[in-house]
């Protein structure tokens, strides 16, 4: 009886309840495409910023074993660690 009422009055019920369905399901689909491509960008930066540490603490490493070698050959081994310790401690 509603409908009819509705209906005599200019308001198709169904056509609104489909048009409102629409904007939710588009809206649904918005949100979960933005939502997807926020986490794959997320997890790209993750993935990088995980590989430039490991290339730091690598680099670091080289440092650390080069700074040893030349100190050992021209003062001595005892220098050699005690500058190795002191670029730790800073």
């Known amino acids: ?5 509705l209906h005599l009055l200019g308001v198709d019920l169904d056509h609104k ?5 629409a904007q939710v399901e588009e809206f649904r689909a918005r949100t979960t495409h933005q939502v997807t491509e926020q986490v794959k960008a997320t997890g790209l930066m ?8 490991i290339a730091a603490i690598a680099t670091f490493t080289i440092f650390l074993v080069a700074l040893y070698r030349w100190l050992d050959m021209y003062k001595g081994p005892f220098a050699a660690l005690a500058a190795l310790g002191a670029v ?3």
């Open 1 to 5: 009886m509603l409908r009819e009422v």
């Open 17 to 21: 309840l489909a048009e409102i369905r």
């Open 46 to 53: 993750v993935g990088f910023a995980f590989v430039g540490a």
């Open 88 to 90: 730790m401690a800073l």
